[in-house]
């Protein structure tokens, strides 16, 4: 809303960059990684939810402003950057991937093309529907007033700060 449909679509390209780097994990073999990251996930995960948290505070403190570009330049790769750690943080693509998906692949099948058609499918919805909010949330932010906006700011605020604690005290 803030930013407008050029950061929410640089958001976009992020989170799939990282949900191709899940898939490829996935079809390298999940289980073996995670053992293998061990501590390493768990930093992802601290990271994660601290960026989670510090996004949700700021959210909050902000003061219902659609500020023009001017007052709220950021690098646009900052935006990019921003879904790539999210989604990386995110404990859900891990459920996703080594939960969700499995049980629809065929025994005795090529596991790796099943996995990759699965994992491009859903990466394919996503594209299409975080594409939608992006281009949304970008022609909104224009009709909204600092009221709304206040309590769209406040109501993510809350919802990014409780999901990054939740993140913080989930355990692996």
């Known amino acids: 809303l803030r930013y407008g449909t050029w950061a929410g679509l640089m958001n976009v390209a992020g989170t799939q960059l990282g949900a191709a780097l899940w ?9 073996a990684l995670i053992t293998l990251m061990g501590v390493w996930f768990d930093l992802l995960r601290w990271a994660g939810a601290l960026y989670l948290i510090w996004l949700g505070i700021g959210l909050l403190r902000s003061k219902g402003d659609l500020a023009v570009a001017s007052d709220r330049a950021r690098p646009k790769g900052s935006f990019f950057l921003q879904g790539f750690v999210v989604i990386l943080s995110n404990p859900k693509m891990l459920v996703l991937f080594g939960a969700l998906i499995p049980p629809f692949i065929q025994p005795g099948g090529d596991y790796r093309m099943q996995l990759l058609t699965l994992g491009l499918t ?10 939608f909010y992006a281009l949304a949330a970008g022609k909104a932010g224009r009709w909204l007033s600092r009221s709304r906006v206040r309590v769209i700011e406040i109501a993510s605020g809350i919802c990014l700060t409780v999901g990054g604690i939740w993140l913080a005290l989930k355990s692996r």
Not at 122 to 131: W, Y
Request: hydrophobic share 60%; glycine share 22%.
């Open 122 to 131: 859903f990466a394919g919805i996503a594209l299409v529907g975080d594409t």
């Open 23 to 31: 898939l490829g994990i996935a079809t390298l073999g999940l289980q």
